[in-house]
């Protein structure tokens, strides 16, 4: 009896990580990309993990790199932490075309 109770808690650890894994990435909507300043602006859904509404603001960039790789009107998925104090992106996901781009 205690093998099945040990793996039952096993999974229900593992299903609680995964959920908590995948609460943590939030929409959004780049607004603004300062790749020089390594800052971009986001137009973002409510971030639990912070226990922050919706709005719009500045992050830095975790890796400016991923900065490259999007521009003002991208759909987003991103998670966020803070770094040093500071609300940071640390994992960014290209949702979709912009508004404007034309598939060819």
Do not use: C, W, Y
Request: net charge positive; no cysteine; aromatic share 4%.
């Amino acid at each position: 009896m205690r093998k099945p109770m040990t793996l039952l808690a096993a999974l229900a650890a593992l299903a609680a990580g995964t959920t908590m894994a995948l609460a943590q990435m939030v929409d959004g909507e780049v607004t603004k990309v300062d790749a020089s300043a390594g800052k971009i602006t986001i137009k973002h859904a409510p971030i639990k993990k912070f226990d922050m509404d919706s709005m719009t603001m500045v992050f830095r960039a975790g890796d400016p790199a991923m900065l490259k790789e999007v521009k003002p009107g991208d759909k987003i998925k991103f998670e966020a932490d803070k770094v040093n104090g500071q609300f940071t992106v640390i994992k960014l996901e290209k949702q979709g075309a912009a508004k404007g781009d034309k598939k060819k």
